[in-house]
């Protein structure tokens, strides 16, 4: 997604779904993505996977999540994170 910071929803196909759920990553480095629906390209370090068997529960659980990543805080508080509790503390707080 083209925010700022930039953020990657890696599409997964829900045939081969055992267990739902959502992973959040924080990379060091930034990875280059194309963006979706544009010709540019994204460079993120936070990535969401949404991992849902059903198509419908994948977009309502979507346009949750992009409303969340729109209003800042969970990105930004992910990446400025220094433990793995303290990410897992933000993730949950905000998912």
């Not at 370090?45 to 419908?56: A, I």
């Amino acid at each position: 997604m083209p925010t700022v910071p930039p953020v990657a929803i890696p599409h997964t196909d829900g045939t081969f779904v055992k267990n739902e759920t959502i992973l959040c990553i924080v990379n060091k480095n930034e990875v280059a993505f194309n963006e979706m629906g544009g010709e540019g390209v994204v460079r993120p370090k936070v990535f969401f996977m949404l991992v849902f068997s059903e198509g419908t529960t994948h977009l309502t659980q979507l346009q949750k999540l992009i409303t969340k990543i729109q209003g800042g805080e969970l990105v930004e508080k992910s990446l400025h994170t220094k433990t793995l509790e303290e990410f897992k503390t933000v993730v949950h707080t905000y998912l």
